[in-house]
């Protein structure tokens, strides 16, 4: 966030603020809107590209979501396989129905689910069977020691198998 007297203020600091105001679901929906938009622009422009946006645990106890997003989709001409939603583990370890709900919506929709900081949370195997997920993010701690630790080598050689076996897509956070 752009603050005119702080500078850049990372989200760390202000999303947590936001969660104690009960903001959160207007900062996704506001994330939702402009970042569909920007996919659709994206695709005016012939670059077929496909936007990704996160979701936290209170996004996901919103029925009303799978609605939005699809009306938002609609409202841009932006196909559904163009938006991936960006999930941690620990939003769905709460095993809510309600989210569960959430997520086969968006996924039936044609949506794509990824499982975003994958085994820094609970690290549930049981997640990877229970849900459809397209992709896992490999968190950035283990990435930044690929080749000079030998342990987290092994770890994210073991997690780019398991996501191929899954049928999953696999990602890597970046510095």
């Known amino acids: 966030w752009q603050h005119p007297q702080r ?10 603020l936001l969660g104690r105001c009960g903001l959160v679901g207007d900062l996704t929906r506001y994330v939702l809107e402009g970042s569909i938009a920007e996919c659709a622009e994206w695709q005016r422009q012939g670059l077929p590209l496909a936007v990704a946006v996160n979701l936290s645990a209170r996004n996901l106890l919103d029925e009303d979501l799978p609605r ?32 569960a709900s959430v997520l086969d919506q968006l996924r039936a929709a044609g ?19 229970e849900r459809t997920i397209d992709e896992i993010k490999i968190d950035r701690s283990f990435v930044a020691d690929l080749g000079v630790e030998s342990r987290s080598t092994q770890i994210v050689t073991a997690l780019i198998e398991l996501a191929h076996r899954c049928d999953s897509g696999v990602s890597a956070e970046g510095s």
């Open 7 to 16: 500078g850049m203020i990372p989200p760390a600091e202000f999303i947590p």
């Open 68 to 99: 939005f997003v699809l009306e938002c989709l609609g409202r841009h001409g932006v196909s559904t396989n163009k938006l991936i939603c960006e999930i941690t583990e620990t939003a769905v370890f709460s095993r809510s129905p309600i989210a």
């Open 111 to 129: 949506v794509g689910l990824s499982l975003d900081d994958f085994c820094t949370g609970y690290s549930s195997l049981s997640l990877l069977r």
